[in-house]
């Protein structure tokens, strides 16, 4: 084998060492994983998915609620063309789950200027954790095409 064949042979093989260790660091020792649904809200198909939602913990309360001191959960419905509720508004620095799903289509759920996106799937839950870090008005949109008035779907944020 040529002298420079090795070289780049054990060059890849350390980079695809350090990827798979960059990767196992941060699910194992970081928590970090993909935005995925962690629940199911079960219907039949001849229920109405909004009227199931209206008697469904948390679903059947959406908005902002204090769990503990410091820490907030958000329960969020994406409908066509709207998010109920449309204004969030929350304390900066604490800890903040959001808690979403669908009413009717598969809808988008990103914080322009975060981390926090969402897949918003009917009869799917997500959720993500996120600290706000700066005080302001945030725009909460929808990034998945969901229909004829898609561009007007967002909501508004407010961290102070
Ligand atoms: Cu909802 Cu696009």
Not at 27 to 52: C, E, N, W
Not at 125 to 133: I, K, L, M, P, T
């Amino acid at each position: 084998m040529e002298r420079f064949e090795k070289v780049f042979l054990c060059a890849a093989a350390l980079v695809l060492v350090a990827f798979l260790g960059a990767l196992g660091y941060s699910s194992l020792a970081m928590g970090i994983h993909l935005p995925s649904h962690f629940g199911m809200i079960h219907y039949t198909a001849d229920q109405k998915l909004r009227k199931v939602l209206r008697k469904t913990p948390p679903f059947d309360h959406p908005g902002v609620h204090q769990v503990a001191p410091g820490k907030y959960q958000v329960v969020v419905i994406g409908l066509t063309w709207s998010f109920l509720p449309d204004l969030i508004e929350l304390p900066l620095g604490a800890d903040v789950t959001f808690v979403a799903t669908s009413m009717d289509v598969i809808h988008g759920f990103f914080i322009a200027g975060t981390r926090v996106n969402m897949m918003l799937i009917p009869g799917q839950v997500s959720e993500f954790n996120y600290r706000f870090r700066k005080p302001g008005e945030y725009l909460l949109i929808c990034h998945e095409y969901c229909g004829r008035l898609h561009q007007t779907m967002s909501a508004k944020v407010v961290v102070k």
